[in-house]
């Protein structure tokens, strides 16, 4: 018999991690082993609580209490560490990620296909979660050679080869979907329902939301990089052009005067650009010097029926 783990990072959901537990058990219990992982990512309110009271009931439910929040991917890649099943299934502790339905992601597991994520059919989020998605698609696509036709999410499940390979990744800026496309591209996706939220509010703010795409920016793509050299080029190239105009207008009427206010438009322009491209390359800079010091992905502090 198969054993399916699942690993679930908590944030904030004291009143709807109990539900989707359940909900795991009910649909797994009769068709396979199992074991749940959730990981307390250092949440605010009482879901440790919680977990402990639910995990002292079922050896199968292991627990990790992280230190301090260090952030839902690598949150993730805690619970991959200990995972231990043939497949592994990611889900969100909201309970908008249907537990019930986890075997459609499981059975189009294939000899062709090592990863599956889920399509909502229709997704019950805001305008800015949706957007927000939407540039993490475009994102993938461009910088790590998503296909165009993947939906990518938090809820997917995949082979136990997929998570041994990405957890040899050790620094402290984690994004999965750089670390499954670098994997495999052997992707599909199977259309879910997707349910309306229940209790709270997402974890993600506007600020984490940027944070989690510089991530893929900077730590699986040079793109950025060559992207800034093009700009660079273009800059120059337009200034050129520009010069080569006035110089030829001044020519041809000797009394024209030079525009200042044009001028100074130049200046910022350029001086903008100059500005943008040095903190990009300041970033890698500083993620790189972050990394040679070893800070780490997460601390955990305590943990419920990991040796079990």
């Not at 690993?7 to 909900?23: F, L, R």
């Not at 005067?257 to 200046?267: K, R, W």
């Not at 100059?274 to 997460?298: A, D, F, H, K, T």
Request: charged share 20%.
């Amino acid at each position: 018999m198969r054993l399916i783990s699942f690993v679930i990072p908590c944030y904030g959901s004291e009143n709807t991690i109990s539900s989707v537990v359940n909900d795991i058990i009910a649909t797994v219990k009769d068709e396979d082993e199992y074991e749940i992982i959730c990981i307390n990512d250092g949440s605010k309110d009482n879901v440790y609580d919680v977990l402990f009271k639910i995990a002292r009931d079922n050896k199968k439910i292991k627990v990790i209490n992280l230190s301090k929040n260090f952030g839902q991917h690598n949150a993730i890649m805690c619970g991959f560490r200990h995972a231990k099943g043939d497949i592994i299934v990611c889900l969100d502790d909201d309970g908008q990620t249907d537990p019930t339905q986890c075997y459609k992601l499981i059975n189009a597991l294939d000899d062709n296909t090592d990863i599956v994520f889920a399509k909502y059919i229709h997704i019950h989020q805001n305008w800015f979660r949706i957007f927000c998605s939407y540039i993490n698609k475009c994102m993938s696509i461009s910088l790590l050679g998503m296909p165009k036709n993947i939906v990518t999410n938090s809820y997917f499940a995949c082979k136990k080869y997929i998570v041994e390979e990405i957890v040899k990744y050790n620094n402290q800026y984690t994004f999965l979907s750089g670390l499954l496309f670098r994997t495999t591209n052997c992707v599909k996706n199977v259309e879910i329902n997707h349910k309306d939220r229940k209790h709270g509010n997402s974890g993600y703010s506007f600020f984490k939301l940027i944070s989690l795409w510089m991530n893929g920016f900077t730590a699986f793509s040079i793109k950025p990089l060559r992207i800034a050299s093009i700009l660079g080029f273009a800059i120059a190239f337009i200034g050129f052009i520009f010069g080569s105009y006035q110089i030829i207008m001044k020519i041809i009427n000797p009394l024209r005067q030079l525009g200042y206010s044009s001028l100074m438009c130049v200046i910022l322009f350029i001086g903008g650009a100059i500005m943008i491209i040095l903190g990009l390359i300041g970033e890698y800079v500083g993620r790189i010097y972050i990394c040679i010091n070893n800070s780490p992905q997460y601390v955990i502090k305590e943990t419920i029926n990991i040796n079990e």
